[in-house]
C-alpha cells in the first residue's frame, strides 16, 4: 500500500544525532533519485536532501548542509538521512520520496512535484 517506509525518527536532545531510514515497500527505486523532505505543523513541506540513483551526487537544504549525509543502498532498496547536530528548528515531520527520473537534471530536487512515491513520515522533535 505504501511505497515508501520511513524509520528511525524520535526524540532527540538538542546537539544530539539522528539515522533516518527510507526502505521501498513492494518495488525497487534503484534508478530513481531520491530525497528527503520535512514538514512542521502550520509550514508548508520543505526540501531537506535529494541522492541521484547512483549516488554519486547529493544535494543539502541550507539549513542541514554540514551537518546531514545522505546516502543509498541499491542492493537492499533503502535510503538514509544522517543529520548531526540537531537543533530544535529540525523539529518535524520528516518524508523520503522518489523521483520520477534518475537524477534531478528535469525538474530540480526541490520541486515537489517532481518526485512520484511518498511515504508515511516519521517524527522527529529536539528539546532544546
Known amino acids: 500500500q505504501v511505497p515508501l517506509v520511513e524509520s528511525g525518527g524520535g526524540s532527540v536532545q538538542a546537539g544530539g544525532s539522528l539515522r533516518l531510514s527510507c526502505a521501498a515497500s513492494g518495488r525497487t527505486f534503484s534508478t530513481n533519485a531520491m530525497g528527503w523532505f520535512r514538514q512542521s505543523p502550520g509550514k508548508e513541506r520543505e526540501f531537506v536532501a535529494a541522492i541521484t540513483w547512483s549516488g554519486a551526487f547529493v544535494y543539502y537544504a541550507d539549513s542541514v548542509k554540514g551537518r546531514s549525509a545522505i546516502s543509498r543502498d541499491n542492493a537492499k532498496n533503502t535510503m538514509d538521512l544522517q543529520i548531526d547536530t540537531l537543533k530544535p528548528e529540525d523539529t518535524a515531520v520528516y518524508y523520503c520520496?522518489?523521483?520520477?527520473?534518475?537524477?534531478?537534471?528535469?525538474?530540480?530536487?526541490?520541486?515537489?512535484?517532481?518526485?512520484?512515491?511518498w511515504g508515511q513520515g516519521t517524527q522527529v522533535t529536539v528539546s532544546s
Open positions: 520520496a522518489a523521483r520520477f527520473q534518475r537524477d534531478c537534471s528535469d525538474l530540480g530536487c526541490y520541486y515537489e512535484r517532481g518526485y512520484a512515491h
